[in-house]
């Protein structure tokens, strides 16, 4: 099985929080989140490797996630702004050479901020 | 400010022909590229990586690297309208901290019949 995201699409309002869901692909440890939007692209928020964030990108504190022992993930967003509408995508990364990891992405969660 | 650069399109190409796509890196330490392919309303598939100079052939496509010149490629070789998407160039630099995709914005493709 490959990457599962829950829900798959969410409405919220202005001020609200919400808590995304990602399931890696089996016997994968890594997990990524990135938000996609027409006018930015993809850009990546963080990772989480063995329960542990490792890498982290350019987003607010509003932005957090976690990892657990069965490898699943969830991101959340607090005090969520207009700006926040994207397609949320989570990664599940496997090495495949000495220094190169690949990722592969679930269907993501459409997330509308209204 | 690590980026990467898509001409954005559209590429407009006829069935059967051979499809270019070109990406633009900045950061000499990149280390590993990835080709993405991704259909409207779909999350990115991955099509294709390459860590070393020169060609990688799959199938119909081909991924070329050259890091003198910061440039990555994909051919598409006999283009079908299933190959209409939008196409990503991703880089990382690999380092301890974990790694972090970063993407270009993509190259839509049209391909026609």
């Known amino acids: 099985t490959g990457v599962t995201q829950s829900p798959t699409h969410l409405i919220k309002t202005r001020g609200q929080q919400v808590t995304l869901s990602c399931s890696p692909i089996s016997g994968h440890r890594s997990v990524s989140w990135y938000q996609q939007t027409p006018g930015q692209g993809l850009q990546f928020l963080f990772e989480?490797?063995?329960?542990?964030?490792?890498n982290k990108g350019n987003f607010p504190g509003r932005f957090s996630g976690r990892q657990f022992s069965n490898s699943r993930s969830e991101m959340n967003v607090s005090t969520l702004e207009l700006g926040d509408s994207a397609l949320y995508l989570c990664?599940?990364?496997?090495?495949?050479?000495?220094?190169?990891?690949?990722?592969?992405f679930g269907p993501g969660t459409r997330l509308t901020v209204l | 400010q690590k980026e990467v650069e898509q001409n954005s399109g559209p590429l407009s190409v006829p069935e059967g022909a051979i499809a270019s796509l070109n990406c633009t890196y900045s950061d000499r330490g990149s280390q590993s590229f990835f080709w993405y392919r991704q259909y409207s309303g779909k999350s990115p598939e991955l099509i294709m990586f390459?860590?070393?100079?020169g060609d990688k052939e799959d199938g119909r496509f081909t991924a070329q690297l050259n890091k003198a010149s910061q440039y990555v490629s994909l051919l598409i070789r006999d283009s079908q309208p299933s190959d209409s998407a939008t196409y990503l160039c991703a880089v990382t630099h690999n380092n301890q901290a974990g790694t972090a995709l970063i993407f270009g914005k993509g190259t839509t493709l049209s391909v026609s019949s």
């Open positions: 990664a599940s990364t496997t090495r495949v050479a000495s220094f190169t990891d690949t990722q592969y």
């Open positions: 390459i860590y070393s100079n």
């Open positions: 989480y490797f063995s329960e542990t964030q490792r």
